[in-house]
């Protein structure tokens, strides 16, 4: 029970007065819950209140025993680092690093002490079958590589929650089948929350939240 | 710790940029860290080279000219002073010490100066081979002299008439090589030493044939070419004592390298005697050293309580009345009277004090009651130093503007790349980096380009300065010693670096990670 992922009465405002009201939800440890709705309905404004990228107006956020809300933001800063991956639909990375330094510095970043010799980043490296690239910049992966490395980024500070943001919109059937083999693979005990309005992914996913 | 390596690993993903603001930060740091390291260079060259000479006397001139080529032995001299008018000034109560020097000739563009053991022994008493000179036409080389011209112990060599590689050589007189100098990193290493008597024997000689028209040397000495200086026929007691040279004695002018046909009138007329105190004097290049030998031996002689009061004050410091003194200076002049004028002409005299007093009393006393000039050193080479000053002002002021320059690069270079680095900075936020952290690291990569920068120019100042010809005369230029002055230059830089920074450290800062990756999804 300790790593539920829950919101009660939020509320956020953009900027210029726009209001957006979230119902409320509980995701419990391990569970996948897919977030869905049409573009725009404020999927990942949802997605980074959760991951204490944005403030909520009102209402509560808890992460574990956390109320993330209550934060500052230094300290939802230093929450994320440590219990949170994240990955995006466009590919983010440092460019001029190889993919291994790119997952040793967000390991570093996180501020998660994971020994070395524990051999954690080679064993998601080689469980996403990219070990053979981890010298290779991430810019010269195909679109499926660099997808299986922003999961393996993701998990690289020994995440709770996974928070995805459309990860498979721009992947075919192939590689998108690929990505939720990986998750099985690589993420069975972590908490998944995947925003999307994909229809291919809601088969695999046990719970659905639609905004 | 991360950031730190992040900023550095920043740096190394855009080399280009990189090495343009490295290089600019190093051009205009290396030319600072120069002209600080030549004026250090300068500055304790010279020092050194002062060698605690308190006055130079000389003829009449530019006194920064004859520091020049009396001290420094870079410029050429003002001309000639009476060998025995210096004298009396060595005999002043005031005077602990005096050397006089005789310039004129050089060998392969290396200087021979006459002068006695004294005066190489300012700089450097070490032997590295042989001894000291102690005949003319014997000398001893200084290190460098030895390295480059090839010469040795035992070697013969005969000089050039001026300062110049090429010139009317003295044939007939040949130098040889009695010692080397050790390695003494001052100006001994580049001098050739000689008694005084060398120089007066091989320009005696030289007058005989005076048909050679050496035009750059006349050029400094404008009254080269009025040798009329009658018959002063009085070298026997010199010139006997050295053997199978007495065929010039008979037609000799007592000409020096450079005369003052002034100083020749006033003073030659009363010149054609004088062989016994002669030979006292030149038998020992040693004795020019006057060290006030004639006053102790007056006191024996008349047992002139006064004057050995007199002298006895001056020893232990104390002040002296203006009677005592006219009492002491009536009492030297009568003195060396006796001792009568030799007739022979010096380039300069190197005066060291026996009492602060003197550095008051005796430029004016030179300046005004002889017909000869008293510069002091340290005076003159500070007024050289400040006229150099503003040439160094104007590169100082490029090199700082050449710093800011490259810092406005940096600028330039952080924020053009700032747009692109949005998605990198969103992710560092995301992956749990603070705003702070992603403002330290822009501002360490401005830090590490100044520091880089910074390093270069060390590098850079010591390579060009021992790689520049024109300043080898600069020793240990390759220190890998940092001097204060640098420590400052490393300061400006880093601020540099810093304000280039800090507009994108600060945008950076303040990142709007929502707003960056939703427009990253949405593009």
Known sequence: M?????????????????????????????????????????????????????????????????????????????????????????????????????????????????????????????????????????????????????????????????????????????????????????????????????????????????? | MYILRLAFSRILSKPGNSILSLLLFAIGGSIISFLLLANQQIEEGIKRNLADIDLVVGAKGSPLQ???????????????????????????????????????????????????????????????????????????????????????TGDTFYGVHGFQETGHAHEDHIYTVKGVLQYGANIADNLIFTPVESVWQVHDHEHDHDSYDNAEYDQSHHDHGHHDHGDHDHHHGEHGKNDGRNEHDNNEHDHHANIQDQHAQNSHAEHDHQQSDHTKTDKDPHALVVQNEGIQKFEKDSGNQIISSIQQKIDDGQDISKEEMELYLAYVEGNTEKQKDSGREITAMLLFYRSPAAHIQLPLLINDTTGMQAASPVLQLNRLMKLLGFGFDMLRLLAWVIIVISGINIFVNLLSHLRQLMGEIALLRVLGASSLKVFQLLLYQGVFLALGGWMGALLLSRLSGSILPGFAFLQNWFSLDVQTNEWFLLLYMIATGIIAALIPAIKAYNTDVHFTLTRNTNV
């Open chain 2, 66 to 152: 004859l520091i020049l080529s009396s001290v420094l032995h870079a410029d050429y001299p003002t001309g000639n002073i009476s060998l025995d008018e210096a004298k009396k000034l060595g005999q002043h109560p005031l005077v602990e010490k005096s050397i006089p020097l005789a310039l004129g000739d050089s060998y392969r563009g290396f200087r021979i100066i006459g002068a006695p053991v004294s005066y190489p022994q300012l700089y450097n008493d070490q032997i590295g081979d042989g001894q000291w000179y102690e005949k003319s036409l014997e000398v001893v080389l200084g290190y460098q002299v030895a390295q480059k011209t090839g010469l040795k």
């Open chain 1, 2 to 211: 300790a790593n539920n992922f829950s919101i009660n009465n939020l509320t956020y405002r953009y900027p210029g007065n726009k209001y957006l009201e979230f119902s409320d939800f509980s995701c419990e440890n391990g569970q996948r819950m897919l977030i869905s709705g049409s573009s725009g309905s404020g999927k990942t404004t949802l997605l980074h209140l959760l991951a204490g990228i944005l403030q909520p107006h009102t209402g509560m956020i808890m992460a574990g025993e956390t109320r993330l809300d209550l934060l500052s933001s230094s300290g939802r800063d230093l929450f994320r680092g440590k219990h949170i991956g994240m990955i995006f639909q466009k590919h983010l990375f440092l460019s001029g690093m190889s993919i291994y330094q790119n997952l040793v510095v967000a390991q570093k970043i996180s501020g998660k002490k994971i020994p070395k010799k524990l051999h954690y980043l080679d064993e998601i490296l080689v469980k996403l079958e990219i070990d053979a690239l981890r010298n290779k910049k991430p810019e010269q992966l195909s679109e499926g590589e660099q997808q299986r490395f922003s999961i393996a980024r993701a998990l690289a500070n020994q995440p709770d929650w996974v928070l995805a943001d459309e990860p498979t919109s721009s992947l075919d059937d192939n590689n998108c089948e690929k990505f939720i083999a990986a998750i099985d693979k690589v993420g069975k005990d972590i908490g998944w929350i995947i925003a999307t309005h994909d229809r291919r992914l809601k088969q695999y996913l046990a719970k659905i939240y639609s905004l």
